[in-house]
């Protein structure tokens, strides 16, 4: 099966400026993570999906990161204005349902961003 | 809120010999998941074992194995005769049970190295 499929690989903007992610789950997958990974420390999640719905966004900072996921299926990071702090990969993971705990996360390779 | 910890940022290992990483979780849950990812260079992160809280049988995966000791709240990975492939950076995971909501908090990593 395809995996977790995540664009662009890389990014460089300055700060202030705006930047999307896009992810696209694997197939069937109906709930989707989003992490943010600073250098030097483990994933850290910003917002869970159910289908289109959100289950738990307590750690996205929301006055300027947003997420959508539209049908159920893509999903976009959106981080307007970017700080310097923002610089991280993102990840996106799926898995085929929450509440299936032997249903482990798949992730994509990520999105490397760097703020100048 | 659950912590995970991983008190060895680099670890290496001679190729062929044992090595075991070190984690440890605080919890006040009698019911979870716990994982071990692994992380290649700019590469994506991949499942390597899992353990549920409720069996007392430590999980093993031809070459992965763990100790898991819930009283002690520790969950250590062993790689036997490693190979240049295990280089990578491994994350232990805590998942919390929680239908409809489903966490995973990860620890900051080890960075283990295969010397040839």
């Known amino acids: 099966e395809a995996g977790v499929a995540q664009s662009p690989r890389y990014k460089i903007i300055e700060k202030r400026q705006s930047v999307a992610f896009w992810c696209n789950p694997i197939?069937?997958?109906?709930?989707l993570y989003w992490y943010q990974q600073i250098l030097g420390q483990g994933p850290k999640l910003l917002i869970q999906?159910?289908?289109?719905?959100?289950?738990?966004d307590s750690q996205l900072p929301k006055d300027r990161f947003s997420a959508e996921r539209l049908k159920g299926v893509d999903s976009t990071l959106k981080i307007q204005p970017a700080k310097l702090e923002d610089s991280a990969v993102y990840l996106c993971?799926?898995?085929?349902?929450?509440?299936?705990?032997?249903?482990?996360?798949?992730f994509g390779d990520g999105t490397r961003l760097s703020i100048l | 809120a659950q912590t995970v910890t991983q008190s060895q940022p680099e670890m290496s290992v001679q190729e062929a010999e044992t090595v075991t990483l070190s984690c440890t979780y605080d919890?006040?849950?009698?019911?979870?998941?716990l994982f071990w990812y692994k992380q290649p260079p700019s590469r994506q992160m991949i499942l390597v074992i899992r353990q549920e809280a409720y069996k007392q049988q430590n999980a093993t995966e031809n070459r992965f194995s763990v100790n898991f000791q819930k009283a002690a709240k520790s969950f250590s990975l062993k790689i036997s005769d490693s190979q240049l492939g295990d280089a990578a950076m491994y994350f232990c995971a805590y998942l919390r049970i929680n239908f409809g909501n489903e966490k995973l908090t990860f620890g900051t990593g080890t960075r283990l190295t295969i010397i040839p």
């Open positions: 919890t006040s849950e009698s019911d979870y998941y």
């Open positions: 999906f159910q289908n289109n719905g959100v289950v738990d």
């Open positions: 197939s069937g997958h109906a709930t």
């Open positions: 993971a799926s898995s085929p349902i929450t509440g299936a705990s032997n249903q482990p996360q798949h």
